[in-house]
């Protein structure tokens, strides 16, 4: 097998309890930005963006996370929580929709494939270059606070990328499913 595949095949989620310093610099987030730019995207509408959590905004996102948590009713023990995960990761990625809606040729569900296909993109970049990550969402995601924190006009708050090196080896669990579970040929 070729290095690229092996990577690819490599790749795997690591939660924030488990990077640690360094996180990735500007050079590393400007190729990683770079492999999200050749992912598929009819019509070339780059219908994602990213905005770079590290340093002191880390913890500026962690009471942002503390208080999107007690606006979802969290008991103080969940705010705290919420607050160090936000707070955790070396370098944290917000990733944004922009979808043109009313665009003449591309529908929005093209739209969201190129964002999918940029963030697999940016995660495997992330992995060759020995970063460990993760996507993370769930219902934060619809927090209006957050949203305004993060959102532009027409934006959507897809999600979070924690992102450091690895503190531990990834785990051996088995596959999601078999490839022949997932594919088939056509009659």
Request: glycine content about 10%.
């Amino acid at each position: 097998m070729n290095t690229v595949l092996d990577s690819l095949l490599s790749r795997h989620s690591l939660g924030a309890k488990h990077l640690v310093e360094p996180g990735p610099d500007d050079a590393a987030l400007d190729l990683m930005t770079q492999a999200a730019l050749h992912a598929p995207d009819h019509g070339e509408l780059v219908p994602y963006r990213f905005v770079v959590v590290r340093g002191a905004a880390r913890a500026r996102l962690g009471a942002a996370f503390a208080e999107a948590a007690r606006r979802a009713g969290k008991d103080e023990a969940g705010v705290a929580m919420d607050a160090e995960r936000a707070a955790r990761p070396p370098v944290t990625v917000a990733v944004l929709a922009r979808l043109d809606l009313g665009h003449p040729q591309v529908p929005a569900h093209e739209q969201w494939i190129a964002v999918g296909g940029a963030l697999a993109n940016f995660l495997n970049a992330a992995h060759a270059l020995g970063f460990g990550g993760k996507m993370l969402s769930g219902a934060k995601v619809r927090d209006p606070g957050l949203q305004a924190a993060f959102c532009g006009p027409g934006e959507t708050l897809v999600g979070w990328i924690a992102l450091g090196t690895p503190a531990r080896a990834p785990s051996t669990r088995a596959a999601k499913a078999e490839p022949r579970q997932v594919w088939r040929a056509w009659p």
